[in-house]
């Protein structure tokens, strides 16, 4: 198979998978609507040979963006199998604010791939959650698939159209806690801006669909103002 027809297998399989979850975003008409505003910081840095560490702070406010709702600290560390392929372990420390505060813990594991062709990046990232929520009876057990792809402006080689899909799929049902099912999708367009080699800015809309479990498949939908930074030492 030649390259130009991998490259169009591969365009179009992001493609299909990007409508795929936008589709599932509007798949129900009485949604519950807020517009939100999302900050987080990103940031990789070398431990040890293949080692890796990671760091995130994750500001969120909803309520048209006036207040924050929650706020995610999330330490990782990983190892790089091969030069596409890494593995991590880390924790979630998860502060909600709305609408009483309740604190959240969690442990993950995570594969991640990604890839840079000559006019396209690809990132797939597969996470498993153990999750310890306030008040809830018992582990609940999240997982979730993020697929990105990156495709640079050929004029201005510093901009990227930048799109993701992400789902999350909660694997068991706890009292007083998520039930088993989807949960939420994540589908974000917008424009990635490498500032330098360690830096780098995304800026665009996603739209978060989440099922509460009050009825239907989803029944909160958030109009989210993204601004990722990413620090890469």
């Known amino acids: 198979m030649g390259g130009k027809m991998k490259k169009r297998m591969l365009t179009g399989f992001v493609a299909g998978w990007m409508l795929w ?3 599932l975003c509007v798949a129900s008409s009485e949604l519950k609507q807020d517009f939100r505003l999302w900050a987080p910081v ?44 890494s593995l991590w372990q880390g924790y979630a420390w998860v502060n909600n604010y709305e609408p009483t505060y309740k604190q959240e813990h969690r442990i993950f594991q995570q594969l ?22 306030q008040n809830a009876i018992g582990t609940a057990v999240r997982a979730r698939t993020m697929l990105r792809g990156d495709v640079p402006l050929p004029a201005y080689p510093a901009l990227a159209i930048a799109a993701y899909d992400e789902i999350f799929v909660n694997l068991n049902t706890i009292r007083q806690g998520p039930e088993a099912g989807f949960d939420q999708n994540r589908f974000f367009l917008g424009i990635n801006y490498t500032i330098s080699p360690h830096f780098n800015v995304d800026i665009g809309y996603q739209l978060q669909v989440i099922n509460t479990a009050l009825s239907g498949l989803a029944n909160q939908a958030n109009h989210i103002l993204l601004l990722q930074f990413f620090i890469n030492l």
Not at 58 to 77: E, G, K, M, T, Y
Not at 114 to 132: A, C, D, G, H
């Open 112 to 133: 991640i791939y990604s890839n840079k062709f000559s006019t396209f990046k690809l990132l797939s990232r597969s996470r498993l959650e153990e999750r310890w929520i």
């Open 21 to 23: 979850g936008a589709a």
């Open 42 to 85: 990103y940031l990789n840095f070398p431990l040890s040979g293949p080692v890796k560490g990671y760091m995130e702070a994750n500001p969120r406010f909803s309520d048209d963006a006036s207040h924050i709702d929650q706020l995610l600290l999330r330490p990782a560390v990983g190892y790089q199998l091969t030069p596409t392929i």
